[in-house]
């Protein structure tokens, strides 16, 4: 299995998640597996029997899938120098054809979130800035053309 790059931040949030679908996903789950069967003569006939098998099926699937991107993580940082962007940190930007400000967190592939501002330092915006200064123009090629984004500022969360 090929090791990912993940912040402590996306460590954190992953186990959280798997330790919340490992106890309360699996425990409400039960017990609408054990109501539907105690209801119906025939639980394999019950819709709500059907519902919540099917559901069982898609928590442990999800479960399996966080443990596999568990086993493949290998928490990765910021320097601490601050000088270049670094996975993990935070770094505000502007386009320079629009004067758009945006502003982004550089995490590993498992824990991007674009709409949450967490982009994988894996995808072209993160792969143009990884090692870039303050000041410098960084330019992505998207599919509408090139981008030139200038580095305003790079921050540790």
Do not use: H, W
């Not at 309360?24 to 098998?53: F, K, M, N, T």
């Not at 999800?62 to 601490?80: F, K, M, T």
């Not at 400000?101 to 824990?111: C, P």
């Amino acid at each position: 299995m090929k090791e990912r790059l993940i912040t402590l931040g996306g460590l954190s949030r992953l186990c959280a998640e798997l330790d919340e679908l490992k106890t309360l996903g699996r425990q409400e789950v039960a017990d609408r597996i054990r109501y539907a069967v105690s209801v119906e003569a025939d639980p394999s006939l019950s819709a709500d029997y059907l519902a919540a098998r099917e559901e069982q099926a898609l928590l442990e699937a999800r479960i399996a899938l966080l443990e596999e991107r568990l086993a493949a993580a290998r928490v990765a940082g910021p320097d601490g120098a601050n000088d270049t962007v670094d996975l993990g940190e935070r770094v505000r930007l502007r386009d320079l054809a629009t004067g758009r400000r945006m502003e982004y967190e550089l995490v590993g592939t498992f824990e991007a979130d674009p709409a949450a501002g967490r982009i994988s330092a894996e995808s072209p915006v993160g792969r143009a800035l990884i090692g870039r200064r303050q000041g410098e123009v960084a330019l992505v090629r998207a599919p509408r053309g090139e981008v030139r984004l200038r580095i305003d500022a790079i921050e540790v969360p």
